[in-house]
């Protein structure tokens, strides 16, 4: 696999080049590949790229380290987000990010590797096709510390009781469970996943790429004509409606990260959320 002709335009991502087919690596695996501001522009970038460029025929997306993403940053802001407006302008972030996948012309294969959670399961879900290693997990674990999805597309997805379960309880399913309920097409074994991945991306690269771009916008467009766009529209105000919310939950979780950092934050939710020992 070649590099891209500038190694150094990104810093959170590595994009690599080989032939037709375009592998976007998220590369911050310190943090789990989280999705802040820069991540995320730069994935922006590198879609409008690869859109512009016609010898590109199909994408990948995968995560360095032992996530695929951890979902959205929560690390504290220089300028913590106050209003509705701050909310949103931090929704649209995420959101533009994932529907520039969505609506791109090129097929695009997320190859999950190891957790897959938050805005990193949105992330997955915008694609095209999602392949999952056997060790991935899947969840949306927003409302445990009082969120929600930016990107409501779990609903456009999966059945209406499973996305309930999932939605509103923040629970994890395995790959195979992921797998068994649609949320994912494949599961391979992790050594094998990017080798699968980009065999996938091949297959796509032998289509005549106006026949891909157009049956995949027609796809796409029978989503969109029952209010897909609507529907992402109110996710993500939700979302920002419901971090001006207080309760005694979100204090608890956002005073233990002030304290002892988020990874103390994720221990205590973890436990509070975990099941009862069996009598």
């Known amino acids: 696999m070649n590099a891209s002709p500038n190694p150094h335009a990104y810093h959170c991502i590595r994009l690599d ?14 943090k789990m590949n989280a999705l802040g501001d820069d991540i995320l522009l730069e994935i922006q970038h590198a879609m409008d ?59 695009v294969i997320a190859a999950v590797n190891g957790f897959c959670l938050g805005g990193g399961c949105e992330l997955s879900m915008v694609c095209d096709i999602t392949l999952a290693a056997d060790d991935a997990q899947f969840g949306e ?61 091949f297959k796509f690269a032998m ?12 796809i796409n467009r029978s989503y969109e004509i029952r209010g897909f766009q609507a529907a992402m529209d109110a996710g993500a105000e939700t979302f920002a409606l419901i971090h001006l919310l207080d309760s005694e939950e979100k204090r608890e979780f956002f005073d233990r990260a002030a304290q002892d950092g988020l990874k103390a934050a994720f221990k205590w939710r973890d436990e509070r959320f975990s099941a009862p020992a069996a009598s």
């Open 207 to 218: 289509i005549a790429p106006s026949a891909m771009q157009m049956n995949k916008q027609c």
């Open 17 to 30: 080049i080989d032939r037709w087919v375009a592998t976007i690596t998220l590369a911050m695996p310190e």
């Open 49 to 107: 790229r690869l859109e512009a460029d016609q010898n590109i025929r199909a994408v990948v997306i995968t995560g360095a380290g032992r996530a695929f993403s951890s979902g959205f940053d929560l690390s504290p802001r220089e300028k913590p987000f106050t209003t509705v407006q701050d909310w949103r302008e931090h929704a649209r972030m995420g959101n533009d990010t994932c529907l520039k996948i969505w609506r791109s012309r090129l097929p």
């Open 141 to 201: 674990p927003e409302i445990q510390f009082q969120s929600a999805p930016p990107l409501a597309i779990m609903p456009w997805v999966l059945g209406m009781k499973k996305t309930k379960e999932l939605m509103l309880t923040g629970e994890r399913l395995s790959a195979h469970e992921a797998e068994r309920v649609g949320l994912v097409n494949r599961v391979v074994p992790a050594a094998q996943l990017l080798d699968a991945a980009r065999q996938l991306a």
